[in-house]
């Protein structure tokens, strides 16, 4: 997951990972009392997906970048 201060930087991170072949999206979050947007890419079925997906976001500089999993979507990247 990533996370930003400001949307536009949020947009302008989710453009660098769409031009790259990911798919992120953008969570505009509250807590408390300060807003801020998270991006995660995926969802990924596989292990290979998972490891391209990693590997894409840290190749963008995304050091950060970890999986999480939800029940709903499946597997995805979160880009930090």
């Known amino acids: 997951m990533w996370q930003c201060a400001l949307q536009e930087n949020a947009n302008q991170t ?11 999206t953008i969570y505009d979050q509250t807590s408390s009392g300060r807003r801020f947007w998270r991006m995660v890419v995926g969802p990924a079925s596989t292990s290979a997906e998972w490891a391209n997906n990693l590997d894409v976001a840290r190749s963008l500089d ?19």
């Open 14 to 24: 989710a453009q660098a990972l769409r031009n790259s072949g990911l798919q992120p």
């Open 62 to 80: 995304f050091q950060g970048a970890y999986f999480v999993t939800n029940l709903t979507r499946g597997q995805a990247l979160r880009v930090e």
